[in-house]
């Protein structure tokens, strides 16, 4: 029903252009393997919220089940196993804070304790999938240094304090926060 979706020229007219043959294979993927859409099945895009370390707090969960008693976020990742220096794309892209929030606002707003999972798969046109737990051993941590930074994260939302410049993203590098003098040891 969309045509913008569907190439206009050359071999390929007619057929949906690329990167939305990839997002087709994904979803067919995904509906094809039963292990996912157990974790798929539940009340989907609920908002919640609450508040937490003297804040409030907003966020919207994928997949909720409360009789089954777990909650889900699905995720689209360049590589299952890909690592940012070091780090799995969970840590490197702050999942595990999100479901530990998650998790905590959950339990305010319903009364109960879920299992938080993640199901991820990649973008590419025979993805991998999974399906990963974030426990407990990753979470309770991850709120800890939430409450321990809150004050800083509070002062510099209100612009009582200056934000340190990661020297990596967009914004940094288009606002002229990048030039860092290094050693070779630090490339
Ligand atoms: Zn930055």
């Keep these: 029903e969309n045509p913008s979706l569907y ?68 995720k689209t990742t360049q590589g299952i196993h890909k690592k940012y220096c070091g780090l799995t794309f969970i840590e490197h892209y702050g999942y595990i804070e999100q479901m530990a929030i998650y998790r905590e606002l959950i339990k305010q707003q319903f009364g109960k304790d879920l299992i938080p999972y993640i199901v991820a798969i990649e973008k590419n046109d025979n993805p991998l999938k999974a399906i990963i737990k974030v426990d407990e051993r990753y979470t309770t941590p991850k709120l800890e240094e939430i409450e321990y930074n809150i004050e800083r994260t509070i002062k510099v939302k209100s612009g009582e304090e200056k934000p340190i410049a990661c020297g990596l993203c967009d914004y940094c590098r288009a606002n002229n926060k990048v030039t860092q003098i290094l050693t070779i040891e630090e490339l």
């Excluded at 007219?13 to 099945?41: I, P, R």
């Excluded at 003297?54 to 976020?73: A, P, Q, S, Y």
């Design 7 to 74: 190439s206009t020229q050359g071999k390929t007219k007619g057929e949906l252009k690329s990167t939305f043959k990839v997002a087709e294979t994904m979803v067919k993927s995904l509906a094809d393997d039963s292990n996912c859409m157990k974790f798929l099945q539940g009340k989907k895009e609920v908002i919640i919220q609450g508040e937490l370390f003297g804040i409030k707090w907003r966020g919207m969960v994928d997949v909720l089940n409360l009789e089954k008693g777990f909650f889900t976020d699905l």
